[in-house]
């Protein structure tokens, strides 16, 4: 339903007007663009950026007409990569009297923080705020990497000062100007004798993108012990090594504010002035003191909005910030595996050309891929040891392991998650999910995995083990699995065949899977498991479920009818498998995951390999692995499969496991499953999506 409120944009504005669908959804507006020497009219109100241009015009014909403006900056937690680079705001500040960074004049956020009550409902949240920025690690940006153990001697007294970029209009309107950055860098060499003073340079400066207040200048003759950060380290990884911060008008002040350190103003943010902060400068206006719950209230909560990345919807602060701390880990993931500092780059072999395309989103908004099929190609392209080895399943190219050796990086292998698609892999379905392994992959037991590492190992907070409840219990509720087939009924009535007797589904799996290669000992053959279930079961209802890439005719494992009903009772081509599920009272497989669909239904299942969801305490297992010596309940092991293992993408954005969960069921529902008929549209549609993604 369209909003009765109204904005104006100036046809000038191209910026603006080019995303008026964006803010139309974040404001809740309806949007005008108004063509030369057009008047807006009371209620419609200008839409301004700032101290832009645009900002200056929307106030300046606001007056001309006797309206109201609006003017919009980027908000205190912005999005994962930089402005300049190219990424979207997630929050933006919208102020109808000034703008926060502007202390020559007055704010709503000022205003707020001076004179404004705040709710008891409003500081609980905003101390909820504050935890999740300290917990996570997040700032207005957040590609910056953790900081290595080594970078600071551990006994050394330090200080740090926060350069900015020069022309920053903030630093102007800051009541400040670029000569208080060298008074600035003066000040806290004296004031903190025997220091070793660390200057922070801004990331735009890193970036090549703009020139730094203090980047590139000598420090005064009389200031000992300084050194330049030149790193992009994030700040608050970096902040956690100081006790005292000294900044202008820079964003960083509030981080350390945020994190319990010493801040030092030399110029007027918005920050300053409450009472927080040692201030050089003062600002008449601002009159009240404040807390820091207070002032993230105010910042964060009240003149704040934010919008979802995924759906383009209004949401608040906990849903951005959930998002970007996906970002962020999936950006650390590369950055925290063993080697060098890491490039910011990932070499992927093995991945199928229609993979190319939505491949990238899985693998970090700010990751520079190279899908690549061959080492000497890597070679030519300047492959080193700062930089990162993926590669699909195992299609290592020659001479792989020998690169992953010399380069002392890992290679890391990638495979669809657990809960993928609504519709068939080998159909060109894309995957929502996709698991990333630095030690090995969960479907090899010959050694260990990431996943095999957080089942023996990890230990799950309460939360995480309610979402994992969450999880599994929607899963359950709309009979999601892998590939979400649409649901179909059996073709005969079991309860009635069965007459009585135990049922056990005995799914077929594609013979020539890894899973069954790497992971199945006697028994690797859908006959040899017929065979050995019934040897087990003699009085039971057998039902055999052929896999359906099988039955598709797209991946090898057949057996014959007249086989396979020596030693089942019944065999099943048309049921989906979660309608198997439920009908059967234990489960027989080798590797299959409808062992842990089943598991997640609380279903009996015996094990005649060495899937990952075997050896936990949770099913009967033929081939026992010595190694794997925790028991964990359906919980955790969906906790660790389904919420840390994979990581997940919709929209081309990375997302939780209850979007996908929820995303899924609704394609469910819509029937809209490419089925086998379109395989060939979409290898040309895969083709598209792969040129459009590398234009």
């Known amino acids: 339903m369209p909003s009765t409120r109204q904005a104006a944009i100036h046809w000038r504005d191209h910026g603006l007007w080019r995303r008026r669908a964006w803010l139309a959804a974040l404001l809740d507006v309806d949007i005008r663009i108004m063509p030369p020497g057009a008047r807006a009219t009371p209620p419609i109100i200008w839409l301004g950026w700032g101290r832009k241009a645009s900002g200056l015009r929307a106030q300046r ?14 908000g205190f937690l912005r999005s994962f990569n930089l402005g300049v680079a190219g990424a979207p705001p997630l929050s933006v500040i919208t102020d109808s009297t000034g703008i926060y960074y502007d202390a020559t004049a007055p704010s709503d956020l000022e205003n707020t923080l001076n004179t404004a009550r705040f709710s008891d409902e409003e500081l609980a949240t905003a101390r909820k705020v504050l935890e999740v920025l300290r917990k996570e690690g997040l700032s207005k940006y957040n590609t910056g990497l953790p900081v290595p153990p080594d970078a600071f001697p551990a006994d050394e007294e330090r200080v740090l000062v926060v350069d900015q970029t020069a022309g920053d209009m903030s630093i102007r309107l800051g009541l400040a100007d670029e000569g208080d950055f060298p008074q600035m860098l003066w000040e806290a060499a004296d004031e903190n004798p025997g220091a070793t003073i660390y200057i922070k340079t801004h990331p735009d400066v890193l970036a090549g993108k703009r020139r730094g207040c203090l980047a590139g200048r000598d420090a005064p003759q009389d200031i000992r012990d300084v050194k330049y950060i030149t790193e992009n380290w994030h700040p608050h990884d970096l902040l956690a090594h100081f006790d005292k911060v000294y900044v202008v008008t820079s964003q960083m002040g509030l981080d350390a504010l945020i994190l319990g350190k010493e801040v030092h103003c030399f110029g007027m943010p918005f920050y300053a002035g409450w009472g927080l902060t040692h201030d050089r400068q003062q600002c008449p206006r601002r009159t009240t003191r404040r807390t820091l719950e207070e002032l993230i209230a105010a910042a964060y909560l009240r003149h704040a909005r934010y919008i979802d990345p995924i759906t383009g919807q209004p949401a608040d602060f906990f849903a951005v910030a959930e998002h970007i701390a996906r970002q962020k ?31 990238r989103p899985f693998l970090g908004e700010a990751t520079r891929v190279h899908f690549i099929r061959s080492v000497k190609r890597a070679r030519r392209l300047g492959i080193n040891p700062a930089d990162r080895i993926a590669v699909w399943g195992f299609r290592d190219p020659a001479g792989l392991e020998d690169l992953s050796t010399e380069l002392g990086t890992p290679i890391v292998r990638v495979e669809d998650g657990f809960i993928r698609s609504v519709g068939l892999g080998s159909d060109f379905v894309p995957p929502m999910s996709l698991v990333f392994d630095s030690r090995g992959i969960y479907f090899d037991p010959s050694r260990p995995s990431d996943l095999e590492h957080i089942l023996q190992h990890a230990d799950f907070s309460e939360e995480e083990l309610a979402e994992a409840h969450k999880l599994r219990e929607f899963i359950v509720k709309h009979g999601l699995t892998k590939y979400n087939l649409p649901r179909r009924p059996l073709s005969g009535d079991i309860e009635q065949l069965a007459a009585g007797r135990k049922v056990v589904l005995v799914p077929g799996q594609v013979e020539s899977d890894a899973s069954i290669l790497r992971g199945a000992g006697e028994v690797r053959t859908n006959l040899d498991l ?15 479920k052929p896999h359906p890439d099988v039955l598709s005719g797209n991946r090898d494992g057949k057996v014959h009818l007249r086989e396979a009903l020596q030693y089942c009772d019944h065999v099943e081509t048309k049921a989906d498998v979660i309608t198997c599920i439920e009908a059967a009272d234990a489960i027989h497989t080798i590797t299959s995951l409808t062992g842990f669909d089943a598991l997640l239904r609380g279903k009996r299942v015996v094990c005649h390999g060495q899937p990952f969801y075997a050896g936990w305490g949770l099913t009967e297992d033929r081939l026992p692995l010595p190694r794997r010596s925790r028991h964990r309940t359906r919980d955790e092991l969906a906790a660790a499969a389904l919420l840390r293992y994979p990581v997940y993408v919709s929209n081309n954005k990375q997302a939780d496991a209850r979007c996908i969960a929820l995303n899924l069921h609704d394609q469910k529902q819509a029937k809209n499953t490419r089925r086998k008929k379109g395989k060939y549209f979409n290898i040309v549609l895969s083709l598209w999506e792969y040129a459009m993604n590398n234009k």
Not at 533 to 544: N, V
């Open 530 to 544: 017929l065979r050995t279930a019934r040897a087990e079961e003699p009085d039971a209802f057998i039902i055999y």
């Open 61 to 74: 014909l606001a007056a001309r007409n006797g309206t109201g403006f609006l003017l919009l900056e980027d």
């Open 329 to 359: 880990r999936a950006h650390r993931y590369w950055a925290n595996l063993r080697g060098a500092p890491w490039s910011g780059r990932v070499f992927a072999f093995g991945f199928t050309l229609w993979k190319h395309g939505w491949a």
